[in-house]
């Protein structure tokens, strides 16, 4: 009867299976995971124009709408971008009205504010609006943020292909947000 022999540090082979493994884990991780950072290149006039959110993650400010989400970015004169939402909850349609700011440098990367003017000198008043995903025709979106803790996957259209929403979905995962966490707010296809 053979005696297996444990696989420790001293063993010959233990290196080269330890490289193995963790070559495989690597190429695992690599395969699963992508960077959660803005695109690198966004073309501000086509992205503009009207949204429709087909889903996010829960936010507090978004806690009453019911559905019919549409955002609307508009090129200030400035640089900065208009941002107009609205929503339709219990209640009738809710409006919020803000600005954005493109980061220097970072054209995926903005900076939105829903607060008053008056209070754009609080950094609290001011969140990361990052475009993290973007089709090539600009018919849908994603964006994020550094924390992981705001999504919204957005359409051109008021509804969106089951296939095309779970692969964006998947992308979302890897990039480390808690998809399983979203809120539907538009139908799919």
């Known amino acids: 009867m053979s005696k297996a022999v444990p696989l420790h540090p001293e063993t010959p082979m233990f ?7 963790m070559l495989f884990f690597a190429l695992a991780l690599s395969a699963t995971t992508l960077p959660n950072r803005p695109v690198q290149t966004l073309d501000l006039a086509r992205y503009s124009g009207r949204w429709h959110e087909i889903a996010h993650l829960p936010t507090f400010f978004q806690r009453r709408c019911l559905d019919a989400v ?8 400035d640089g900065s971008i208009h941002v107009h939402n609205t ?8 409006v919020a009205e803000g ?13 939105v504010r829903f ?3 008056w209070l754009t000198w609080l ?33 051109r259209k008021d509804s969106m292909d089951r296939v095309l929403f779970e692969r964006i979905r998947e992308r979302a995962r890897q990039r480390g947000y808690p998809v399983d ?3 539907m707010m538009a139908p799919l296809d």
């Open 181 to 183: 966490q979203l809120v």
């Open 123 to 155: 950094p609290q008043a001011w969140f990361d609006y990052w475009v993290i995903d973007v089709d090539a025709d600009y018919q849908w979106a994603v964006v994020g943020g550094p924390g992981r803790k705001r999504l919204w996957i957005l359409a």
């Open 99 to 111: 600005v954005a700011k493109i980061e220097t440098g970072r054209p995926g990367a903005f900076k």
């Open 15 to 21: 290196r080269p299976l330890l490289a193995i493994v």
């Open 115 to 117: 607060a008053p003017a």
């Open 87 to 94: 929503c339709r909850t219990r209640d009738g349609i809710k």
């Open 70 to 77: 549409i955002a609307t970015y508009t090129p200030n004169p």
